[in-house]
């Protein structure tokens, strides 16, 4: 039981080696079961996408709400590393000159400028497929239908209707295909869509881990649903406040492409009264499992509060 | 039971068409359970490059293997749809100006080029999603393990050690990262990867679909090798023989590059003699169905005399 924010750091840092380690495995040369060859730059760039840095934060929740149902190990670790190896694809993706076009992330060259363009896209291609082979891998849980729905999950939330969807509307929110100037609702969708949908089914996987029950997967999708939107808030207060300095890569995208955030429609004021709110609600969804979900609790206020 | 190529022909086409309603559905703006919003632009690409034309040649393979267990409806025609889902994206992504750099496909303008570059990375990476989230579909077999087994081989003949390796180590065969001399044998794995593991599965899909015992599925995976390896030679040979009038896409793009082939190594009648050998040993593998697999049968001849 987590209470003091001290102890919640060291369990974050805790579960973040602990991916880490899962994640290097996943990606080393030895580990796979085929027979076929694994181009040795491609694996690099996967590597260099992957491995060595991030809060891990999906993998954390994951992980902290499988606890809820006491299910550990290899399990939620690794469907955890799943839904961050989907996480990795998408930023690697997200960076390529023909979209977001960064030259850094965490302060490291993005994929397709430490190697090549063409390389860059077959190692996110590559990372989303892995992410459903560790998911449906036996290893992951012993039941098959457990495997399935995972699948499921990961592919409703990062797809078309989820993360790429939302990336794609965010393209278009920057007045590529024409004008677009987007009301509250448009771009709390987008938001949910683009980040939010992965961010819940992190949570979401944990009580598909734990076989929860009906209530219990209710209250934890309202949960993460609030914590998704906390999330994008804060990142939208963030892109106005921080300097380029402390996150090690461009701030105040948003603004330089035109785009607006919640901080247009409601201020700064206003967003970080929402923010709060959020943090309100999802942790008022955990009542059911009562002090057990304290590092959940926490988790909420961490995103909300991570830099702002 | 077929036997003439008249009745293959007319099977192939009425499967063909059976899974472009398939798709149809599958890429509609109804069709989905999710609350998100499906952005248009995308879906238009996403059809762009996966409705209206192809032999449907992989779903095909796993409608006629299934078949072979009497399995047949929607479970096959749906994993058919969704390897053929997956076969799309890895042609968009292929075209890209990065990559292959293709105007044409099929006659028709390449994603890129009838919407933009980032969308046509989107709608790639879509295509893979929901590739998984149609196997993961209750809808596709009542048995979560089939389901997960249909998605971990799907991922392994498409990741890493399957078709997108082979991509990479094909980008590297032109000698873009250092010069690369490819002998008999490495370029006989980049082809195993590239293109045949995608097909060696959509074979083995049909009989985890049919529940196959081990006999069965190791008949089913010789069979499925050698006819990923005649698809191969035979492209070669096309690459050689063709003219891009015919075809509707460029050829002689191999010579061109500079990249090496079987017909570089075989000459072209060795070439054309590896390609009957390759059959005769998928059709022989055959021998344990007797005659229900008599489409299959034919199937591999006209993998291998498509146009030669």
Known sequence: MMSSTGS????????????????????SNEAHSGEMAR?????SAMRHAALGGGKRLRPFLTIE?????????????????????????????DDLPSMDDDDLRR???????????????????????????????PATDADGSVRADLVLGLARASGLGGMVGGQQLDLAAEGRYGVAELGENE????????????????????????????ERRQALR?????????????????????SAESLGKRTGK???KGKATLVDHLG??????????LVSEAQEALGVFGPAAETLREAVRFVAEREV
């Open 268 to 277: 700064m004021e206003g967003a970080k009264r929402e923010c709060r709110r």
């Open 8 to 27: 919640f750091m060291t369990r974050l840092s805790d579960v973040a080696r602990d991916v880490e380690a899962c994640l290097e495995t996943l990606l």
């Open 187 to 214: 771009i709390r969708l987008l938001q949910m869509m683009k980040t939010g949908a992965l961010l819940t089914f992190s949570v979401q996987a944990g009580a598909i881990l734990g076989r929860a029950d009906q």
């Open 222 to 242: 309202i949960y993460g649903r609030a914590l998704g939107a906390a999330f994008q808030v804060a990142d939208d207060i963030l892109d106005r406040e921080a």
């Open 254 to 256: 948003d603004l330089e």
């Open 65 to 93: 709400t499988a606890r809820l149902f006491s299910r550990s190990g290899a399990g939620p670790l690794r469907t955890g590393s799943a839904i961050e190896l989907l996480h990795c694809y998408s930023l690697v993706h």
């Open 39 to 43: 181009p040795a730059r491609l694996i």
């Open 107 to 137: 302060g490291r060259p993005t994929v397709h400028k430490a190697f090549d363009e063409a390389t860059a896209i077959l190692a996110g291609d590559a990372l989303q497929t892995l992410a459903f082979e560790v998911l449906a891998d």
